[in-house]
């Protein structure tokens, strides 16, 4: 229902739109087998004016919210997941900045990303450290004006293709996930290398790198904030990012039921389609119906962020999980509806199916993200008053009697 959206998201849609058919759609199925950089379509997003839209107006964006970003997300995710993530990833790397940064930061790093001429990384996690985020060991020390890096980064989405790299390290590592700061590093900083490109399952025009530093020393101006402010920059971060992985896999669904009931409306057995039996009709509309559910929670979590509603991590959360979710079971339904053809590569399907299997894993795995619901429920049951204010008895132990079964 875009018409209930805002003039410009509907604007942003269209544009957004014309990209993933023109320049997206026919170059797909040809970078997924190569793995090359989308570079034409980074293009085709600068001429849209579609690149680095998220940032505010006086440092060279759009000043569009979260929301306008998940609609840009969501279309080109419809047509190829890998590229919805190559531009997305860019909102990653410069929300740490946008949340942290000084003016003269955001001055430094914002515009050339708000063009699109550079493109920037994130990199939180490493081989030890995924979902515990905290106790990542990449080791930044002060030394006169500048940071001295020493450690590795895991998984870095953009690897090679960015410029600049927002860089979690440990300033004191006595002090856990609070000891962790954010800086700033530039490709080409001596001690700074690209390392190995992982082989992915989908997503497979990005590519995704370790990240080495070895005594690379960068000025002490790129720290982000304070020192020990970095753990709460990720987070921050993740809450305003989440809703876009949400929006790449609404995206990648509706991009997978699109063709599914293409298919099934020509294929013809037992002299009718595929589409017309009732079970195919009952299934593309509870998926149908489901990819909507989704495509609101993102729409209304991307809102709340936008409009500054404190407390939005559970939103952000529950969209990521149930979007991905979804994504996950409509593409697997589609291969499925596609019969044998659906497991070949004649037809788009399967790369769906692969693409949208990262969406549960990264940024948060979907259990984390249930973790964070989990906690945000238990915080507002302990806050709980008025009809819920009631006392819950509890028994003893020798109360209990042997035969209630377990369960009951
Ligand atoms: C293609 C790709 C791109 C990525 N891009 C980036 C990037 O750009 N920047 C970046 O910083 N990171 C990136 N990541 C890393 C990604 O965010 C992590 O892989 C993710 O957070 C999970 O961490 P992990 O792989 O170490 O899994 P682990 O943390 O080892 O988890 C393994 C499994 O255990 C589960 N688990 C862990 N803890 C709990 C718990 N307490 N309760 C229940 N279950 C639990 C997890 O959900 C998961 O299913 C990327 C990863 C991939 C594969």
């Known amino acids: 229902m875009k018409e209930l959206l805002p003039k410009q998201a509907q604007d942003y849609m269209e544009r957004a739109r014309h990209v993933a058919d023109t320049a997206v759609r026919p170059v797909a199925a040809e970078l997924d087998r190569t793995g090359d950089y989308p570079w034409s379509v980074i293009e085709a997003l600068r001429e849209a004016d579609l690149m680095g839209i998220w940032i505010p107006e006086e440092y060279g964006g759009k000043g569009a919210g979260v929301l306008d970003l998940c609609i840009v997300v969501e279309e080109l995710s419809k047509a190829c997941g890998g590229i919805g993530v190559s531009y997305a990833v860019n909102a990653l790397g410069s929300f740490p900045i946008i949340v942290g940064g000084t003016d003269d930061q955001k001055q430094k790093w914002l515009p050339p990303v708000a063009s699109g001429e550079k493109l920037i990384a994130f990199g939180l996690s490493e081989k030890a450290s995924g979902s515990d985020a905290g106790s990542l060991r990449t080791r930044a020390e002060r030394d006169g004006d500048e940071?001295?890096?020493?450690?590795?980064?895991?998984?870095?989405?953009n690897g090679n293709a960015a410029s600049f790299y927002t860089v979690y390290c440990s300033t004191r590592p006595d002090r856990g996930h609070r000891g962790i700061s954010a800086i700033m590093v530039e490709k080409g900083t001596s001690g700074f290398e690209i390392g190995k490109r992982e082989k992915l399952m989908g997503i497979r025009c990005v590519p995704v790198h370790e990240l080495h530093f070895d005594n690379c020393r960068v000025p002490a101006e790129n720290l982000l904030g304070n020192e020990g402010q970095g753990f709460g920059n990720a987070m921050k971060t993740l809450d305003r990012?989440?809703?876009?992985?949400?929006?790449?896999?609404?995206?990648?669904?509706?991009?997978?039921?699109?063709?599914?009931?293409?298919?099934?409306?020509?294929?013809?057995?037992?002299?009718?389609?595929?589409?017309?039996?009732?079970?195919?009709?009952?299934?593309v509309a509870d998926l149908a119906t489901e990819i909507e559910a989704a495509r609101q929670m993102v729409w209304t979590a991307a809102r709340a962020i936008d409009a500054g509603i404190g407390n939005t991590t559970k939103f952000a959360a529950m969209a990521k999980v149930f979007a991905t979710d979804v994504a996950m079971r409509v593409t697997t339904e589609a291969v499925q509806m596609f019969g044998g053809y659906g497991y070949c590569t004649d037809y788009p399907i399967e790369k769906y199916m692969r693409d949208a299997k990262i969406t549960q894993i990264y940024e948060g795995a979907n259990e984390i993200q249930r973790l964070v619901i989990g906690r945000a429920l238990t915080k507002e049951a302990a806050k709980a008053t008025g009809h819920l204010d009631v006392k819950v008895e509890h028994f003893e132990e020798e109360e209990a009697s042997e035969e209630v079964p377990v369960g009951a």
Not at 246 to 271: C, I, M, N, P
């Open 241 to 283: 990012a989440r809703p876009g992985v949400a929006a790449q896999a609404v995206g990648l669904a509706q991009g997978a039921l699109d063709w599914a009931v293409r298919y099934t409306s020509e294929r013809q057995q037992f002299g009718q389609s595929v589409l017309s039996f009732q079970a195919t009709q009952f299934k």
């Open 147 to 157: 940071y001295v890096i020493n450690g590795n980064k895991k998984w870095n989405t």
